[in-house]
């Protein structure tokens, strides 16, 4: 068995470089899909298309992500956790550097069945800003 690396090169299929940039995706924090057209969801049923995720191979490795998030969630930071996540999956995998990743958040998506409450309604007797400011006390 050789111990020095030998110089070669390997072919990667754009489904496969799709398929780890899903996943990476998927597994980010706060990120719950991916945001697409009615023809890239048309598309993507026959298995034509990934949607939300467009790669360009020209002068580097370009991708766009189209993404929904959590509702609720710091959207610069999910940006953040899914570019630190696909770059590093992919400099881990392919040994190659992204030379652009471009991040759409297309919409939030709330927990299944519910939306989010118009007003939190305050348990009784609780105090609330109101009472404070009317109080005269200064608080910090």
Same mark, same amino acid.
């Given at each position: 068995m050789p111990t020095h690396p030998m110089p070669g090169r390997s072919l990667v299929t754009r489904r496969a470089l799709v398929d780890m940039i899903r996943a990476a995706t998927l597994g980010s924090y706060g990120v719950t899909g991916f945001a697409a057209s009615p023809l890239e969801? +048309? +598309?993507?049923? +026959?298995?034509?298309?990934?949607?939300?995720?467009h790669v360009r191979l020209d002068d580097g490795l370009a991708i766009e +992500?189209?993404?929904?998030?959590?509702?609720? &969630?710091?959207?610069?930071? &999910?940006a953040r956790q899914v570019d630190s996540a696909v770059r590093y999956s992919l400099r881990l995998a392919l040994a190659r550097e992204v030379s652009r990743l471009t991040i759409h958040v297309g919409g939030l998506r709330f927990s299944p069945g519910t939306a989010p409450p118009a007003v939190v309604p305050a348990p009784p007797g609780a105090i609330g800003p109101r009472d404070l400011a009317d109080s005269g006390t200064d608080v910090a």
């Open positions: 969801r +048309l +598309l993507g049923r +026959l298995g034509l298309r990934q949607p939300g995720i +992500l189209d993404l929904t998030v959590a509702y609720g &969630v710091p959207i610069a930071e &999910v």
